[in-house]
T-cell receptor, first 110, second 116 residues
Framework: AQSVTQLGSHVSVSEGALVLLRCNYS??????LFWYVQYPNQGLQLLLK??????LVKGINGFEAEFKKSETSFHLTKPSAHMSDAAEYFC????????FGTGTRLTIIP | EPEVTQTPSHQVTQMGQEVILRCVPI?????FYWYRQILGQKVEFLVS????????KSEIFDDQFSVERPDGSNFTLKIRSTKLEDSAMYFC??????????????FGAGSRLTVL
């Protein structure tokens, strides 16, 4: 069965610093991978998705993620953190259903 | 941009009471889903629904739960007799096609259920 593992339940970065949120997948077939964001008191919003067209995927709000088959990873990055990026981020994989990781709470330090 | 709407945004109920959470999926979507997120835990799949029947359900979705599409627009989740552990955020989602093949699910903002 396909699954994702998010390393680090909490990540804190300074405003303007690089954001790196880690996600590793487990799949016997090429996976479809997603990053969702959940802002406080809001629902799940799609940030970006990987569907095998290109290994570097650009999403909304300056985020991007790179699919690395050799590392079975799909880490989410943003070059410069903004206060508004504070949220919970979920990596997810498609099999018969969308399966989420445990989430990483991103805190931005002023 | 089309969106999935959920009502109520927050409901407080007594243990043992019935609760109905409502969702209006995007109008041209054919597949509907409920997920839940217990506070501090990950988002978990509950059930998927297509062509007026359940296509898949998780082990969480026991006999206390049911889903229905009573008309052409609403998709409801009913919890027959709520338990304390049903307290969670419930997310409705819809998609144009089946989730296989990376069709994106669009999620609603969620309904927070608190069982006292």
């Amino acid at each position: 069965a396909q699954s994702v593992t998010q390393l680090g339940s909490h990540v804190s970065v300074s405003e303007g610093a690089l954001v790196l949120l880690r996600c590793n997948y487990s799949s016997s077939v090429p996976p479809y991978l997603f990053w969702y964001v959940q802002y406080p008191n809001q629902g799940l919003q799609l940030l970006l998705k990987y569907t095998s067209a290109a290994t570097l995927v650009k999403g909304i709000n300056g985020f991007e993620a790179e699919f690395k088959k050799s590392e079975t990873s799909f880490h989410l990055t943003k070059p410069s953190a903004h206060m508004s990026d504070a949220a919970e981020y979920f990596c997810a994989v498609i099999n018969e259903k969308l399966t989420f990781g445990t989430g990483t709470r991103l805190t931005i330090i002023p | 941009e089309p969106e999935v709407t959920q009502t109520p945004s927050h409901q407080v109920t007594q243990m043992g009471q019935e609760v109905i959470l409502r969702c209006v999926p995007i109008s041209n979507h054919l597949y509907f889903y409920w997920y839940r997120q217990i506070l501090g835990q990950k988002v978990e799949f509950l059930v998927s629904f297509y062509n007026n029947e359940i296509s898949e359900k998780s082990e969480i979705f026991d006999d206390q739960f049911s889903v229905e599409r009573p008309d052409g627009s609403n998709f409801t989740l009913k919890i027959r007799s709520t338990k304390l552990e049903d307290s969670a955020m419930y997310f409705c989602a819809s998609s144009v096609r089946h989730v296989n093949g990376a069709n994106v699910l669009t999620f609603g903002a969620g309904s927070r259920l608190t069982v006292l």
